[in-house]
């Protein structure tokens, strides 16, 4: 039953996430930003010498809705879309952990400012 239920249930499964998370925090007002991007639509394919391609660039420019300033985030990936290294300017890159983190700590402060 199993079986079958996979074999003719296999439609229904989501697609894998493709999608790139970054977080970043900015470095003004030390918002952190969560930005969801899709690589089929942010990723721009980049070509050597030869017209062959040698990967893959991504330039996204993220804003924080504190003081609404502008980061501009650039991450290089090599033809399997590693990742080779990445830039950024106004903010830093922080972890999932650190991004929860800020986020509840803004939330605190929020809540014992009222
Ligand atoms: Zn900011």
Redesign the pocket.
């Known amino acids: 039953m199993n079986l079958i239920k996979r074999l003719f249930g296999g439609g229904d499964t989501p697609a894998a996430d493709t999608a790139i998370h970054l977080y970043v925090r900015?470095?003004?007002?030390?918002?952190p930003?969560h930005v969801r991007i899709d690589p089929r639509n942010d990723l721009v394919m980049e070509y050597g010498e030869d017209e062959e391609a040698t990967g893959y660039r991504l330039i996204k420019e993220i804003?924080?809705?504190?003081?609404?300033?502008l980061?501009r985030a650039e991450i290089e990936y090599d033809r399997n879309r590693r990742e080779l290294q990445r830039q950024i300017e106004?903010?830093t890159y922080i972890s999932k952990e650190q991004y929860d983190q800020l986020l509840a700590q803004q939330e605190t402060e929020r809540t014992a400012k009222t």
């Open positions: 900015c470095n003004r007002c030390n918002a930003v804003m924080d809705s504190r003081c609404f300033r980061i106004g903010g």
